[in-house]
């Protein structure tokens, strides 16, 4: 999954730090929220002065904030002082990972359509991959996959996607947190191995799972750009049928589904209806 891009303080931030919220909303709220996605881009786990660095705000208005969100449970503070992600937010992203399936379901639909083959929408959850939202096949011989099951990323095409552009000391990180048990025989199982196979996603730009998390199975998955939140589609499927002939064709039409995908997406969080 592609870190967010660091947040750092420019002229027009420290402005903004006494400005009137150009958006028209409650300037609080807008502050609030700038420093909750910080800190997820930080790893979740930040010092005050850290925040003031990165977001222009002086120390005492980053202090009053971060004292209602710890009183709210949105942030707790740790015994070395740090303020970290708390609680109640793991809440507010389960709810908002099954309404990200729900939007992306016609879309999934879509590559059902053109393909024949089942579609799946996945975002990395800690070090793990969960699986949001599906569309089965309508073959007889189809892939099924529960909406809410929990993957390791290395054996998994949407999990390469969502590591491509992480820098390779998080993966490696990551990785040894998770080990890489072998699902099958062709499951990447060294950490320079699967560093490789990520150097090949971000140039081609999609990933495969080539028989590497189940014998006879297929999977192609590309990103989501600009996603709020990293996710990736995919679409898999017995493995004679998903060809690399076939993967030829279905890589543009991810590409294009994911970029259609991304706009709605974007029209929703800027308040208005998508599809």
Not at 1 to 22: L, N, V, Y
Not at 218 to 234: E, F, K, L
Request: charged share 20%; net charge negative.
């Amino acid at each position: 999954m592609p870190p967010s891009a660091e947040r750092k303080p420019t002229a027009a931030a420290a402005q903004a730090a006494t400005a009137p919220a150009a958006s028209g909303g409650v300037q609080s709220l807008e502050r609030a929220f700038d420093l909750l996605e910080r800190m997820a881009d930080a790893g979740g786990e930040v010092g005050l002065s850290e925040l003031s660095t990165t977001s222009g705000l002086p120390l005492p208005t980053i202090h009053r904030l971060m004292r209602t969100l710890v009183s709210c449970g949105y942030v707790r503070q740790q015994p070395n002082r740090r303020y970290a992600l708390g609680p109640r937010l793991i809440r507010l992203g389960e709810s908002a990972s099954r309404l990200l399936g729900t939007w992306a379901r016609p879309y999934l639909a879509r590559l059902v359509e053109e393909t024949g083959e089942t579609a799946n929408m996945a975002m990395l959850d800690g070090d793990e991959v969960v699986y949001v939202a599906q569309v089965p096949s309508r073959h007889s011989m189809r892939m099924f996959t529960e909406v809410g099951r929990r993957v390791l990323p290395h054996s998994t095409g949407v999990g390469k996607v969502l590591l491509a552009h992480t820098p390779d000391d998080q993966v490696r990180a990551l990785l040894a947190r998770t080990g890489m048990p072998a699902a099958t025989e062709k499951t990447i199982t060294t950490p320079e191995g699967f560093l490789e196979a990520l150097a090949h996603v971000r140039e081609a730009g999609y990933a495969t799972d080539d028989n590497e998390q189940e014998i006879g199975v297929r999977c192609i998955a590309v990103s989501v750009p600009d996603s709020p939140t990293s996710a990736a589609i995919s679409i898999s499927g017995p493995a004679g049928r998903v060809t690399d002939a076939a993967t030829d064709k279905f890589v543009p039409l991810l590409h294009e589904v994911a970029a259609d995908l991304s706009a709605a997406l974007a029209t929703s969080g800027n308040g208005t209806n998508g599809q």
